[in-house]
């Protein structure tokens, strides 16, 4: 893979911590009482300041809420983190309701699954690198490699709300996502939601240069899990 383009420091540090913050996410899944900053510092290996920067944006996109926790002697009871039972379509801008809106107009068949991927394509393409601007005045996107894409797609998807995971493997990657905006929809009928988030991910990994292919998606490999095969883009393919 001589062609691929080394990442910036500020995608590299994207994509690592959205990694950080699926191990938090996943300890405090869990953990059904909840867990305190120092437990989960422990449990991942995290600084305690780390685990405070991604608590934050969990609860911003609401997968995780505050609680008080019990006290075992005098004083203010501690405070814990506690996974959302209800969190399916929290997150930003609670894109499931776009999603249902989408599906409702789109109905079933080949036609929606088409359609609905090039509209998740063309949300990928414009949250990437910064829309338009990461992709030169034209609007081809600028050349990239493997890991940029890699990485450019970590951090949109966590951005996004998806809590990916990105695991490198010896033929491509994969990336597990541990939560999915659209996931009490997908659980009824997945032929527009999942059409949308594999039509994002295309999407973003062609705004980044076109140095990742997005091969499939798996929905629901476990209850809250689906996961993303990707492989190197060559050009004889």
Do not use: K
Not at 171 to 197: K, M, N, Y
């Amino acid at each position: 893979m001589s062609d691929v383009v080394c990442p910036g420091p500020e995608l590299a540090t994207a994509r690592r911590a959205g990694e950080r913050r699926a191990d938090v996410l996943r300890a405090i899944t869990g953990a059904r009482e909840g867990l305190g900053v120092r437990a989960l510092a422990e449990a991942t290996g995290l600084h305690d300041n780390t685990v405070r920067f991604h608590l934050e944006r969990l609860v911003a996109e609401g997968l995780v809420e505050r609680r008080q926790g019990t006290s075992p002697g005098p004083g203010r009871p501690p405070l814990v983190f506690v996974a959302r039972r209800d969190r399916e379509g929290a997150g930003h801008d609670n894109y499931e309701l776009i999603a249902r809106a989408l599906a409702r107009q789109l109905g079933e068949g080949e036609h929606a699954v088409a359609t609905a991927e090039a509209a998740g394509r063309a949300w990928g393409t414009s949250h990437a690198g910064g829309g338009a601007a990461g992709r030169g005045a034209e609007g081809p996107a600028t050349p990239g490699g493997w890991e940029e894409g890699l990485d450019e797609l970590a951090r949109v998807m966590d951005r996004c709300g998806f809590a990916p995971e990105v695991t490198e493997e010896a033929t491509g990657a994969t990336v597990r996502v541990h939560h999915c905006p659209f996931g009490s929809l997908a659980r009824e009928d997945r032929t527009v939601p999942c059409a949308v988030h594999l039509g994002l991910m295309r999407g973003v990994a062609e705004a980044a240069g076109g140095g990742v292919r997005v091969e499939g998606l798996e929905p629901f490999v476990a209850p809250s899990l689906c996961l993303a095969h990707l492989s190197p883009a060559t050009a004889d393919r």
